[in-house]
């Protein structure tokens, strides 16, 4: 079976400063990996997604990833963190030969950026 | 539509009474998903639409829950005899297909309705 782990509840950045956002992953083979956030009272924005090819990842909004599959994990990274960028971020895996309908998805970390 | 649309954006129900959230996915997405997000937890499937599939009940946490979807669009998830614990943020979500080689997994999702039971 697979799973997410996104082992923080919350994280508090300043603004200004460098922000990750932490997501580790369990699949049989490889897997695809995607980040969605979730601003308040809204439904879930797609923000990037790792398939194949270059471990590091770029999307929107500035946000990047970076694939480690030594570590199985798949981190949410800005250099820069906007008071803009407070929200819910979700971590989701499925394998390729699965469909959407399999996508697994963490508890969610909540960012707050503080200015 | 631009987006895909969700109502009620929020209902408030008596325990025992019966609801149905409506869900009006992207023109042209041939599969729809239903979640429920309560609060702290992580997204949990509960029903996927695909074309004129059999729809994959398999998440619905009991035979309380159902949908359906007409005409392979609009689609509406119907909880009867609400419980308290059925308390959640129901959201929809679409995408062009669900088959393995076109479709990497990126959702559109709906703003979601706010379900309380009292």
């Known amino acids: 079976a697979q799973s997410v782990a996104q082992p923080e509840d919350q994280v508090n950045v300043a603004e200004g400063n460098p922000l990750t956002v932490k997501c580790t992953y369990s699949?049989?083979?490889?897997?695809?990996l995607f980040w969605y956030v979730q601003y308040p009272n809204r439904g879930l924005q797609f923000l990037l997604k790792?398939?194949?090819?270059?471990?590091l990842v770029k999307g929107s909004y500035g946000f990047e990833a970076e694939f480690n599959k030594s570590q199985t994990s798949f981190h949410l990274k800005k250099p820069s963190a906007l008071v803009s960028d407070s929200a819910l971020y979700f971590c989701?895996?499925?394998?390729?030969?699965?469909?959407?309908?399999?996508?697994?998805f963490g508890s969610g970390t909540q960012l707050t950026v503080l200015p | 539509g631009a987006g895909v649309s969700q109502s009620p954006s929020n209902k408030v129900t008596e325990k025992g009474k019966d609801v149905e959230l409506r869900c009006d996915p992207i023109?042209?997405?041939?599969?729809l998903y239903w979640y429920r997000q309560s609060l702290g937890q992580g997204l949990e499937f509960l029903i996927y639409?695909?074309?004129?599939?059999?729809?994959?009940k398999s998440g619905l946490p009991s035979d309380r829950f159902s949908a359906e979807r007409t005409g392979g669009s609009v689609s509406t998830l119907t909880i009867q005899r609400t419980q308290q614990e059925d308390s959640a943020v129901y959201l929809c979500?679409?995408?062009?297909?669900?088959?393995?080689?076109?479709?990497?997994?990126?959702?559109?999702f709906g703003e979601g309705s706010r379900l309380t039971v009292l």
């Open positions: 023109s042209g997405h041939t599969a």
């Open positions: 979500a679409s995408s062009k297909t669900s088959g393995r080689a076109s479709n990497t997994g990126e959702l559109f």
């Open positions: 699949v049989s083979g490889n897997p695809y």
């Open positions: 989701a895996v499925r394998v390729p030969s699965g469909s959407a309908r399999q996508l697994t």
């Open positions: 790792y398939i194949t090819g270059d471990n």
């Open positions: 639409f695909q074309g004129n599939s059999a729809p994959d």
